[in-house]
C-alpha cells in the first residue's frame, strides 16, 4: 500500500528516500538496498537531486516513487 507525504520542491531524494524507509518499517540493514524509483519508469534519482527538479512541466506539482531494491551491475 502507497504513503503520502507533501514535500518542498527544495526537499532532496535522500530526505524523502529516509522517510519512505521508516515509514514502510525496513530495518537498518535492508533498508539500506532500497532506493526510490520514479513510477512507471526505471530512472533512480540520485540522493543529491532535489524534487523541484524532477517534477514535469504542467504537472500538479506531485511526483510518485516505488521503494524498490537497488540493483547493483556486477562486474
Given at each position: 500500500k502507497g504513503k503520502d507525504r507533501n514535500?518542498?520542491?527544495?526537499?532532496?531524494?535522500e530526505v524523502v528516500t529516509?522517510?519512505?524507509?521508516?515509514k514502510f518499517h525496513l530495518d537498518a540493514?535492508?533498508?539500506a538496498e532500497y532506493v526510490?524509483?520514479?513510477?512507471?519508469?526505471?530512472e533512480q534519482?540520485?540522493?543529491?537531486?532535489?524534487l523541484g527538479?524532477?517534477?514535469?512541466?504542467?504537472?500538479?506539482?506531485?511526483?510518485?516513487?516505488d521503494l524498490v531494491k537497488e540493483v547493483t551491475p556486477q562486474g
Open positions: 514535500v518542498s520542491p527544495a526537499a532532496t531524494i529516509a522517510w519512505a524507509r521508516k540493514a535492508a533498508a526510490l524509483q520514479i513510477c512507471g519508469s526505471s534519482p540520485r540522493s543529491d537531486k532535489h527538479e524532477l517534477l514535469l512541466e504542467g504537472s500538479k506539482c506531485a511526483i510518485c516513487f
